[in-house]
């Protein structure tokens, strides 16, 4: 099979998508105007144009405004929507999707309003595209531990619908450890951990987020590979790496799509795959990071297919839906 034609038709999992980062400009010029919110930019292209980030935290500070003409249920709904329609289109049969609730609370949106609009978003791509999804909620790392806390209690009434914690915003000076206590406490009460290290930040935050946080994913952990102790346990343990290629390049994590470690990580055997992060704002979606580090990396069609049984593997679905999309893949 032609290279092209194997990555648009295999199925995938995203394990690595923050939905406030899928919010194009179209709809957000839509639902600004719907709200009658004032944005600071005159037309889509004005929007488009801002997108000129350097590192982590020029992109949040853009990130977070764009998220703010978010208000009604509906307006949550058309998001996910408008991303589950993307998945349709690049084969991505399951999505774990990452939500920030603190970026709506703290702008005084109830939890309910965005929780519903997702739930509701997910149960349509079930029944129209056969997509299954589950949602994992982020603390934001930037804030205290006193207010994941209170997020985390916010969350109750809706915990059977949230798959795991995660934590991301801004890396550094935000270490894993401080969130230690919430992350316990969620692991008590039942939730899968997944956390952001090693993407601005050093290899000692994916240490921390392994042993102090206790894991079950890494979000990023491409700097990982500066400590060969680290990526031996990784490669040990199986542990996932939720990589980001187009999301490493806009935001200066490499210089260039050519220093990718993202098949050296692959032909070291730890488990990494392809995640699109902050599509709308890093410059595609699943298929354009595949078709991005094909290129760039002279990726074979087997390594192509092994990104893609990894999706399935680091998912939380079962074995038994593993099974069946690795087997799939497999009589590609
Ligand atoms: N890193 C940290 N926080 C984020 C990101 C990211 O890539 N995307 C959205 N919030
Ligand atoms: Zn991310």
Redesign the pocket.
């Known amino acids: 099979m032609q290279q092209l034609e194997l990555i648009r038709a295999i199925p995938k999992a995203e394990l690595?998508v923050?939905i406030?980062?899928t919010f194009e400009p179209e709809l957000m010029f839509e639902i600004a105007q719907r709200n009658q919110i004032a944005i600071p930019y005159k037309s889509i292209e004005e929007i488009r144009e801002a997108y000129n980030f350097h590192n982590?935290q020029s992109?949040?500070d853009i990130?977070y405004a764009g998220a703010a003409v978010l208000i009604h249920e509906q307006d949550f709904y058309d998001l996910a929507w408008a991303y589950f329609k993307k998945c349709h289109e690049d084969q991505v049969v399951h999505t774990e999707i990452?939500f920030?609730p603190q970026t709506h609370t703290e702008r005084g949106v109830a939890f309910a309003t965005f929780f519903n609009g997702f739930m509701r978003a997910c149960a349509d791509a079930k029944t129209q595209f056969g997509i299954s999804s589950h949602l994992i909620m982020?603390f934001l790392?930037h804030l205290s531990e006193e207010a994941a806390f209170e997020t985390l209690a916010q969350a109750q009434a809706f915990k059977d619908d949230i798959i795991a914690v995660g934590l991301?915003?801004?890396?550094l000076g935000h270490p894993p450890e401080k969130f230690e206590r919430v992350f316990a406490e969620a692991a008590q009460q039942g939730y899968l951990l997944v956390a952001?290290a090693g993407?601005?930040g050093p290899a000692e935050y994916v240490w921390q987020a392994l042993d102090v946080l206790k894991v079950n994913r890494i979000?990023?952990g491409v700097r990982s590979e500066e400590d060969p102790v680290l990526l031996e346990r990784l490669r040990a343990e199986a542990m996932p790496l939720t990589v980001?290629p187009l999301?490493n390049l806009k935001?200066c994590v490499v210089d260039d799509m050519q220093q990718h470690n993202i098949q050296r990580l692959l032909q070291q055997g730890l488990c990494v795959m392809v995640n699109s992060?902050?599509p709308s704002y890093f410059g595609g979606y699943m298929n354009d990071n595949f078709i991005a580090i094909a290129e760039a990396l002279n990726l074979s069609n087997e390594e192509i297919k092994q990104l893609a049984i990894n999706s399935f593997n680091a998912s939380f679905i079962d074995s038994d839906q593993k099974t069946k999309w690795i087997e799939k893949i497999q009589q590609l």
Request: overall charge negative.
């Open positions: 690595h923050h406030e980062g982590l992109f949040l990130y990452f920030d982020c790392r991301d915003s801004s890396e952001h993407e601005e979000d990023h980001c999301s935001l992060d902050d």
